[in-house]
Structure formats: C-alpha cells, structure tokens
C-alpha cells in the first residue's frame, strides 16, 4: 500500500547525499522553536515535533500501538515534559477566560489551527495529568470538538471551515484538524469521529485538488474575500502531511482492519500531492515555492524549507543542498537572540543562532521571511524520521531491499516526509 513511498525516497536518495545533526545543533534549533512558537498551530507544530522525536513511543508514526501506554515509561519521563507543558499552559489560559461550552482551545481567528494542539491535551489526559495538576483536559478536548461541529462554519456536505468569520477551506487545515479527530477518535473509542478525519480529508480534497494543475492542491477557496488559486507548496505539504498523521493513527489502532479502503485512500492521495509537486524541484534542489495564479512570484526556496512543504522524499532523508546559497531577509519575527558559538557552523542554511534559512514567511504567505518557528519543527520531524528510517535499516536504498521496505520505514519515517527538507553542510 505504501511502496510509492520507497520510489519516492530512491528518487531523492540518487540526487543528494545525506547526514546528520549533532546533538547540540538538534538542541539549538529545539530553542529557537520553543523560542518563536507563539501563535495555536506552532504549539501543535511544536508538539508533534517533540513528540516525533524525543518520545516515538507517543507517537502515531511509530511501531506502537495507538492509544499509547496509559503509564509513562521512566525513560521516556522528561521528554514528554515539553509536550505536557504546552497541554498545560493551553488549558490553563483557557480555563481563565470563565467562558463554558464548545470553545476552541485557544482563541483564534482560524477555526482550525486551534486543533492542531489537541493532540497533546489528548496526551495530558490520557496518561493522567488531570489528576496531577486539577485540570480538565478531557473536558478540554470534548469542548474544541464540540466547537468545530456544533459552531464553526461547513458547506452542504459537511466540510468545516478553516476560518471564523466566513466559510472558507484552507488546505493547511487539514494538518490541523483531522489528525486531532483520528486520535480523538481512537482514544475515545469512537469510530464514527475516526471516520470523520478521513471524511474532513475526503472533502477537502474534494473542493481543493487541482486536476488542471496536476493534481496540485489550491491554497484558500470557497470565500467570500481573500481566496488564493495559488498552488502554494506549503499548503500541499501541510495536506499531505495531515493525511500521513491520520493513515498513521489508524494503521496502528485496533480500527485498522475495519479502515482498510480508508488507509489505501490516504496513502494514494498523498503519493499525489508527491508526484505533482516532484516535478518542480530544479537541478540545485531547489522547488518553486508558490506556484501562483494571482502573481508573478517565482522565490526559489532552499529544499530544506520548501520540501517540507512538498513532502516529496518520504522516507525521512536529511539531505545536504551544498550548491546554492541565497540572501535571507531582514529578520522581522523575533528579537534578538545570544549567539550559538560555532554549534551551527558549517551549516549554510542556518543561521549562527540557529533559525533555518531562508524561509517563507509565515504570517505573509507570499513573501519570503526570516524566522519561522514552524520551519523549525519540521527539521526536528525530519531528523526523527531520518533516525527511525536508519535504524530500520534504511530500507529501499537499493533496487533490490525497495520492495521490501517495511511499513514502518514507509509510514513511520513519512511523517516527515512532509517536512522533507535538507541540512546542509
């Protein structure tokens, strides 16, 4: 069901060497993401990150099973602790605003970014931080579930709105929204709310594929202003990568059987997405990063930003773009950070205090940008991947292991996938 996947890294493999992170550079680029992620979908970036990475047991994209251990393993103690606070912090500030009933977890002007953190209140719940802290994270959870179904905005057929104040889908919305369904539903029990995730998905691919543009996905539509024809890369990579949490969750929960057509479905359309996004990836490495009706922008992004938004390797492959060097833009997303020593020397594409560079800008989706704290959260995913994929052998290097790549090099690595980017040396 998933060798595209294994074609998919081959193809990557054969243009690029690869590497990998030290622990120290892993640690500042970790900082710089804690540092900058202040907006709802940067704390459920960060979140899953952190979960990819220091806690796989947690994660969907791993061998274990999903719901995860009730107990947390000692090992394993400290690394959830991130994830726990960013559930905390989220539910504490919600539970100080006195409103009751369905709410988004925080308040927002996207209906569906909020989601993106209920993930981690899940988590907090699950393994009994409620009984730790007094604080109501199942509670929590039920009340932005309620919110999207019951407050937010949906065409005839049931698609929900990414937006507040007017109906309209955002292909980014299906990195929020259904991988909180898909969890919410297997920890909850709850088929019909896990089916829902491959619905949300179903629809959105509906009212957002492209066929004219081979099959690339449109950025905003169905609004009544601010509608983008644009084939944004970081809107089809934020799609894919929603779908690869969701196939994630089901492939491992007691509901895999029962979703079988579901997971071959998911697993099609994001080798879609790949395959109509793989062809603008230029001799250097480099891919459009906005292939846009409404302007004549053509930025060439470094593969390490834009492939992420591409998700075209899928395996988890580091990759080192070593050709090109281009100029990043005055930084007007953070302030002014201590520098890091020599930790990120050597490495083109960061910068001395270790902010991936150049990045688009994510808060002005069509200009190039300095900071983005959602970048960094998909190198900390790509390295996770890359380590899961060596440690299973890195399957599919050779013409002759492709075939048998295991699921868990296609599916587990592929979370990344969608943050396939590049460390450069």
């Given at each position: 069901m998933l060798l595209f996947v294994t074609g998919l890294l081959l193809g990557l493999y054969s243009r690029v060497s690869a590497q990998t992170l030290t622990s120290a550079q892993i640690s500042v680029i970790s900082e710089r993401l804690a540092q900058g992620a202040v907006h709802s979908w940067e704390y459920g970036t960060r979140a899953e990150a952190l979960l990819e990475l220091n806690a796989?047991?947690?994660?969907?994209?791993?061998?274990?099973?999903?719901?995860?251990?009730?107990?947390?393993?000692?090992?394993?103690?400290?690394?959830?602790?991130?994830?726990?606070?960013?559930?905390?912090?989220i539910v504490v500030a919600r539970s100080l605003s006195n409103i009751t009933g369905p709410q988004p977890l925080i308040a927002d002007t996207s209906a569906?970014?909020?989601a993106s953190i209920g993930v981690a209140v899940l988590l907090a719940n699950?393994?009994?931080?409620?009984?730790?802290?007094?604080?109501?994270?199942?509670?929590?959870?039920?009340?932005?579930?309620?919110?999207?179904?019951?407050?937010?905005?949906?065409?005839?057929?049931g698609a929900l709105s990414h937006r507040v104040d007017q109906l309209q889908l955002w292909s980014d919305s299906v990195y929020m929204v259904p991988p909180f369904l898909a969890y919410?539903?297997?920890?909850?029990?709850?088929?019909?709310?896990?089916?829902?995730?491959?619905?949300?998905?179903?629809?959105?691919?509906?009212?957002?594929?492209?066929?004219?543009?081979?099959?690339l996905w449109k950025h905003i539509q169905l609004g009544q202003t601010g509608n983008d024809d644009g084939h944004w890369s970081t809107g089809n990579a934020w799609a894919a990568a929603g779908m690869i949490r969701v196939l994630g969750t089901i492939q491992r929960s007691?509901?895999?059987?029962?979703f079988k057509s579901q997971q071959n479905d998911l697993a099609n359309w994001v080798d879609e997405i790949h395959g109509a996004m793989y062809p603008h990836i230029n001799s250097n490495g480099f891919t459009v990063y906005r292939l846009s009706l409404?302007?004549?922008?053509?930025?060439?992004?470094?593969?390490a930003e834009q492939i992420r938004k591409a998700l075209l390797?899928?395996?988890?492959?580091?990759?080192?773009?070593?050709?090109?060097?281009?100029?990043?833009?005055?930084?007007?997303?953070?302030?002014?950070?201590?520098?890091?020593?020599?930790?990120?020397?050597g490495l083109l594409h960061f910068t001395p205090e270790g902010w991936l560079t150049p990045v688009v800008n994510p808060y002005s989706y069509g200009a190039q940008g300095s900071d983005s704290p959602e970048g960094q959260a998909f190198i900390l995913e790509l390295q996770a991947a890359w380590r899961d994929w060596v440690a299973d052998g890195a399957q599919g290097v050779s013409t002759s292991s492709a075939r048998k790549a295991r699921p868990r090099a296609i599916i587990g690595a592929i979370i990344v996938l969608p943050w396939l980017m590049i460390i450069i040396s």
């Open positions: 796989p047991t947690y994660s969907v994209v791993s061998f274990n099973a999903v719901p995860p251990p009730h107990s947390i393993p000692s090992n394993i103690t400290n690394a959830l602790g991130e994830v726990f606070t960013i559930a905390h912090n569906g970014d909020p699950w393994t009994g931080h409620g009984a730790i802290d007094g604080l109501d994270y199942a509670g929590a959870a039920r009340d932005q579930l309620d919110y999207l179904f019951q407050n937010v905005p949906k065409t005839s057929d919410y539903g297997v920890l909850t029990q709850n088929q019909t709310i896990l089916s829902e995730a491959y619905t949300q998905i179903s629809l959105y691919r509906k009212y957002l594929q492209d066929a004219a543009a081979g099959n007691p509901y895999a059987n029962a409404l302007s004549n922008i053509r930025t060439y992004i470094p593969l390797a899928s395996a988890g492959t580091i990759v080192s773009v070593t050709t090109t060097s281009t100029t990043p833009a005055p930084s007007t997303t953070s302030t002014a950070l201590v520098a890091t020593g020599t930790t990120m020397s």
